[in-house]
T-cell receptor
Framework: KAGVTQTPRYLIKTRGQQVTLSCSPISGHRSVSWYQQTPGQGLQFLFEYFSETQRNKGNFPGRFSGRQFSNSRSEMNVSTLELGDSALYLC??????????????FGPGTRLTVL | AQKVTQAQTEISVVEKEDVTLDCVYETRDTTYYLFWYKQPPSGELVFLIRRNSFDEQNEISGRYSWNFQKSTSSFNFTITASQVVDSAVYFCALSEDNFNKFYFGSGTKLNVKP
C-alpha cells in the first residue's frame, strides 16, 4: 500500500506570496492532519480534516488554512508569507473513523523556504 | 505548559550500547494515547509504537522496548544493542482523545557511532 505523499517536496517563496501544499493520504484513510516543524518551535499541530470537515485546529493565525476533498486528499494554504513560515510541513493520515486517536502515518514533508 | 517533555536533547553512544530515551507527559484526561516516532535525516516521521492509557504493560519489539509508568507519567524507550542505523531524532507524542491532535515533545537526537 502506498504511503502518504506530499507535493511539492521543496518550495522557495518570497515574503507576501501565498503557497499551497498538497497531501494524498494512505488509501482508505479519511483523516488528514497537518503539522509545522521548525527548529525553534518543534512539531506543532496545524489542523485536522475528516470527511471534508475541519475537526480540530491548532493555534495558528488565519493565514494558515486548509481543506479536504471528497477523495480525502488535502491541501493547506498559507497566505501573505512571512520569514517565520519557513519550515518543514508534515502531513499525516489515519483511519479517523472514531472519536479516538488513531495512529498517524506521516509523509516526507514539504520544505518551505521564505526569502 | 509543555504536555510532553523530552529532557534529553542529544545522546551519543557507541554501537552495541543500550540507550534509553526519556519521555514525561502531562494530562488530566483519563483516556489518552502515547506514541513514539523516529525521524531519520530524510525527514519522514516513522511510527514506532502506540499505547493507550489503560494498558501499562511494557512492550518489546526486537531491540526496542517501551516502559510505560502512569505513576510517574513516563513512557520511556530503550534501544538494546544500538546500531548506526538507529541514528535519528526520536519524538514522543501524546494525544488526549480529541481527534488526532498530537502534542509532540521536542525530540531527542540519537547519535550512534561505529
Amino acid at each position: 500500500k502506498a504511503g502518504v505523499t506530499q507535493t511539492p517536496r521543496y518550495l522557495i517563496k518570497t515574503r507576501g506570496q501565498q503557497v499551497t501544499l498538497s497531501c494524498s493520504p494512505i488509501s482508505g484513510h479519511r483523516s488528514v492532519s497537518w503539522y509545522q516543524q521548525t527548529p525553534g518551535q518543534g512539531l506543532q499541530f496545524l489542523f485536522e480534516y475528516f470527511s471534508e470537515t475541519q475537526r480540530n485546529k491548532g493555534n495558528f493565525p488565519g493565514r494558515f488554512s486548509g481543506r479536504q476533498f471528497s477523495n480525502s486528499r488535502s491541501e493547506m494554504n498559507v497566505s501573505t508569507l512571512e520569514l517565520g513560515d519557513s519550515a518543514l510541513y508534515l502531513c499525516a493520515s489515519s483511519l479517523g473513523a472514531g472519536a479516538i486517536s488513531d495512529t498517524q502515518y506521516f509523509g516526507p514533508g514539504t520544505r518551505l523556504t521564505v526569502l | 505548559a509543555q504536555k510532553v517533555t523530552q529532557a534529553q536533547t542529544e545522546i551519543s553512544v557507541v554501537e552495541k550500547e543500550d540507550v534509553t530515551l526519556d519521555c514525561v507527559y502531562e494530562t488530566r484526561d483519563t483516556t489518552y494515547y502515547l506514541f513514539w516516532y523516529k525521524q531519520p535525516p530524510s525527514g519522514e516521521l516513522v511510527f514506532l509504537i502506540r499505547r493507550n492509557s489503560f494498558d501499562e504493560q511494557n512492550e518489546i519489539s526486537g531491540r526496542y522496548s517501551w516502559n510505560f509508568q502512569k505513576s510517574t507519567s513516563s513512557f520511556n524507550f530503550t534501544i538494546t544493542a544500538s546500531q548506526v542505523v538507529d541514528s535519528a531524532v526520536y519524538f514522543c507524542a501524546l494525544s488526549e482523545d480529541n481527534f488526532n491532535k498530537f502534542y509532540f515533545g521536542s525530540g531527542t537526537k540519537l547519535n550512534v557511532k561505529p
